[in-house]
């Protein structure tokens, strides 16, 4: 969408009455849902394993994938569970220039993740292909971690990772498979060492799927001197080996 197209539809949205971020719904404000919509979200809740943040049946420690193998990461927290109601936010997002949906994702991750806000030094977003990144115009999840840092008045750090190599989707692939594709995807930002060196980064994804992209990129910052690593996400798959039909960017 051109620049101008882009302006002419800010134009209209000003004049307009508000309609609801996913559906024709007229709402009372910009920039939110619409009753129906708003309650067809499912908002993630404790019980939540303390590591990868997975919705558990009751409390416990850990799940069972952490006391197998724990993460490299400290903790990953999201707002929703990605299912077919928050599909209808998070593809036109990711795909279809629907940027403003960011401010109401942000506001959401901002809530479940009020803890790791608070404890980060850095907010970086997981960095696309720079030819993927230049197809699509944006990073959907740079915007979100633009605007988490906004919030949270912490500093924002796009370039602290480099994706240097381009992967095929994750969501057909067992985790020994995940882990072959993203060996050598990512790379330290170029000068991020001295910028992360004894600090607390939290690593910013607008889905977590398996979680091995999120690990992948933890265990390049840990190695590069991070003191710890968060991660959060707008939505993320309650039991990802339940389902294989998603795709992880
Ligand atoms: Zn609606
Ligand atoms: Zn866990």
């Not at 940027?99 to 960095?127: H, K, N, W, Y």
């Not at 003191?227 to 798959?237: C, G």
């Amino acid at each position: 969408m051109s620049i101008l197209a882009r302006l002419g539809i800010r134009l209209l949205d000003a004049v307009l009455p508000p309609h609801c971020l996913t559906c024709e719904a007229e709402v009372g404000e910009q920039g939110t849902l619409c009753e129906a919509c708003h309650g067809g979200l499912a908002f993630l809740a404790e019980p939540l394993c303390p590591h990868c943040g997975v919705p558990l049946a009751k409390p416990a420690p850990f799940c069972l994938t952490c006391e197998m193998q724990p993460p490299a990461f400290s903790a990953a927290r999201a707002a929703l569970r990605y299912d077919d109601a928050a599909q209808r936010l998070l593809l036109p997002f990711k795909y279809a220039d629907r940027t403003e949906l960011a401010g109401f994702l942000a506001r959401q991750m901002a809530a479940a993740g009020a803890s790791l806000l608070a404890r980060a030094d850095l907010i970086a977003p997981v960095p696309l292909h720079w030819r993927r990144q230049f197809a699509r115009r944006y990073n959907q999840a740079g915007l979100l971690a633009a605007r988490l840092a906004r919030r949270a008045r912490k500093p924002y750090a796009p370039r602290l990772l480099r994706r240097i190599r381009r992967t095929i989707p994750l969501g057909e692939l067992g985790a020994d498979e995940r882990e072959e594709v993203l060996r050598g995807a990512f790379a330290l930002g170029f000068r991020a060492g001295p910028r992360i060196a004894g600090r607390r980064v939290l690593l910013v994804d607008d889905i977590l799927t398996s979680g091995a992209t999120a690990e992948a990129c933890a265990r390049i910052l840990l190695d590069g001197g991070a003191a710890a690593v968060d991660i959060l996400a707008a939505a993320r798959v309650p039991d990802p080996r339940s389902d294989s039909a998603l795709t992880a960017a």
